[in-house]
Structure formats: structure tokens, C-alpha cells
């Protein structure tokens, strides 16, 4: 595979519902060996990370109702809301398009989805669907770049 | 919750979700709010997805552990996994279109909702005890910027929160 295609896939991936890599994983198994490369890539790169993840939550599980795990976890909670908010900014750093017009208007529309889900209460749903309306019509002047981001 | 009905959950968060931690806001609303998970354990996963191999995604899998124990970690594994996979069939026949300027403003704009949803789902995090301590706050900002600036480990950044926890949460 090429520098170039591979430019290609990661952009294309980046469209996909979900976690990103997965679609990374799919796509470049394709291009390997069809559907059977899909199965193998996929499978590759979710089955053992999600064994090390299940043997990590059932270890925690054995001490999580300990006093120690419980003021740990006081400390965990803030750090993993902040995380989330982090994630958030990332993501409209990674989606917002070039020049300052555009970048004021797709940072005035995220900001007004905070408002809406944070303040209004504007269901998830809703917000999504009105997002991707808001989206098809008035944000697609610029096509996605391949940049990195760290949203996995 | 039967096995079915959670892969219904987990599915829905992971088709309508960009990347990631995004699924986080759909999953906190259909298992947090009618009480199948708690926050306690929503904070569990993401720290253990955080800190475990794989894409940041798979605090599904520790989620579907901690609500349905082996067989919800694998509801979860196959709900995460098989979103994504549209995108295969759909480049073979409409690469074009996936490149159309609507389709990316659909993208950007879902970005931007999810975005939303991500701010009011941090904060929902950050404030479930109903009154946090001013250390928590102080702990939750740092996190963020640290997490944006990413040029620490997630797990260093949990472990900070973890440490901070000890010394001032007993």
C-alpha cells in the first residue's frame, strides 16, 4: 500500500460511524485479501485489546467496593469528566474546517451545541440529527483533510 | 437487561457516534438515566479503557462487562465492531460520493452535535455527586487541558486523578 493510498483510506475512515480504526482495520484488510482480510484485521486489533480490557475491569472489579478504591475513584471521576470535555475540543479541532470564516462559524455552531445539550437539554438524538441537517446544508464547503486526531 | 436488548443499546451508541469516547453521551442516556449502569461504573470504563491496549473505544467493553458481565463485554465488542464496517461496502460502490462536500458537512456537522453532547456529558460526570469538592474541579480541568494538550499518557493522567483521590477523598 502506497503513502498515498493510504492518505486515502484513513480519510474515508474517518467518515465511518463508530470508532474510526475499526474502519481503518476494515479497509485496509480488503485492500489486503477481500472479506476475509476484513474478519482477520478487525478481529486483530479488537479481540485481544478487548480480552486485556475485560481481565482489566474484572481485576479492578476484586477491590473496587475497598475504601482505598473508593476515594481513588473520587479522584478518577473528575479526571475522566475532563477527559470527555478534552475529547469534545478535539474533535471540533480535528472536523472545523480552514480559513478563520469558517473556523469562527464551526466553532460558533459546536459552541451553540453545548449550549443546546449542556444547558438546554437538548436530547442526544435530536442533537444528532439536527447536526447532520446543519451539516449537509450549510458546512460541507470543505472537503475533511487526512489529519491526525487523537479520537481514536 | 437481556443480552439482546443491551446489544440494541450498544449498537445504536456505536452507529450514531464518530469516533471514540462519542458514543459516551447515547450510552450514559439509555444506561445511566433508567439506572442499568451507574456513573461510578461509566467512570470505570472509561479510566479502564483509557489505560487498556486498543482504540479509546473499548471502555464499551469494560461498560458491557461491569452491566452484563462475559457475555455483555462480548454484546459490546460486536456492537463496537460492526458500525464502522459500513464504511467498506459503501467505499466499494460509492466512493464518489462519500467524497461530496454534503457528506463531509454531514460528517462536520454530526462532529460538532457530538461535540455538544460531549461537554454536557463531562459535565454530568464531573457533577453526579451533586457537589463536587473544589479539588475535584481543579482535578477536572487540569485533566482536560492535559488531555488536550496530549502530550502525557492517559493512564498518568488517571493515575494523577487516582493519587489526588487518596489524599484528599477519605
Do not use: C
Not at chain 1, 4 to 27: C, D, K, M, T
Not at chain 2, 66 to 85: E, F, I, K, Q, R
Not at chain 2, 86 to 109: D, E, F, M, N, Y
Amino acid at each position: 500500500m502506497s503513502a498515498r493510498e493510504f492518505g486515502e483510506v484513513w480519510a474515508l475512515s474517518q467518515l465511518s460511524p463508530g470508532i474510526h480504526l475499526v474502519a481503518l482495520a476494515g479497509l485496509i484488510g480488503r485492500r489486503a485479501a477481500g472479506w476475509r482480510g476484513v474478519v482477520a484485521a478487525v478481529a486483530g486489533m479488537m479481540v485481544p485489546a478487548a480480552a486485556i480490557t475485560v481481565a482489566l475491569t474484572a481485576a479492578y472489579g476484586v477491590i473496587a467496593a475497598s475504601p482505598i478504591a473508593r476515594a481513588a475513584l473520587a479522584g478518577v471521576a473528575p479526571v475522566t469528566g475532563g477527559m470527555t470535555i478534552a475529547t469534545a475540543a478535539l474533535l471540533v479541532r480535528a472536523s472545523a474546517r480552514h480559513g478563520r470564516a469558517h473556523v469562527a462559524i464551526d466553532v460558533a455552531v459546536a459552541l451553540g451545541f453545548v449550549v443546546a445539550a449542556a444547558f438546554l437539554g437538548v436530547p442526544a438524538l435530536a442533537a444528532i440529527g439536527a447536526g447532520a441537517l446543519i451539516g449537509a446544508i450549510a458546512l460541507g464547503r470543505e472537503r475533511p483533510t487526512s489529519r491526525e486526531t487523537s479520537v481514536g | 437487561m437481556d443480552a439482546l436488548a443491551l446489544f440494541g443499546v450498544f449498537l445504536k451508541a456505536s452507529a450514531l457516534s464518530l469516533g471514540g469516547l462519542s458514543s459516551l453521551p447515547l450510552l450514559r442516556a439509555d444506561l445511566v438515566a433508567p439506572g442499568i449502569a451507574t456513573d461510578d461504573q461509566v467512570v470505570q470504563a472509561i479510566a479502564i479503557g483509557r489505560i487498556s491496549t486498543g482504540p479509546n473505544g473499548l471502555y464499551i467493553v469494560s461498560l458491557g462487562y461491569l452491566v452484563g458481565g462475559l457475555v455483555g463485554a462480548t454484546v459490546a465488542l460486536l456492537a463496537a465492531s460492526l458500525p464502522p464496517l459500513v464504511i467498506v461496502p459503501i467505499t466499494a460502490l460509492a466512493r464518489r460520493w462519500l467524497l461530496t462536500t454534503s457528506v463531509a458537512g454531514l460528517v462536520r456537522g454530526v462532529a460538532f452535535a457530538t461535540a455538544g453532547l460531549l461537554v454536557a456529558t463531562g459535565i454530568g460526570i464531573i457533577t453526579a455527586t451533586g457537589n463536587p469538592s473544589l479539588w475535584q474541579l481543579a482535578l477536572a480541568a487540569i485533566a482536560t487541558v492535559l488531555t488536550y494538550r496530549g502530550t502525557l499518557h492517559p493512564a498518568i493522567v488517571i493515575a494523577i486523578g487516582a493519587a489526588t483521590g487518596l489524599a484528599f477523598g477519605r
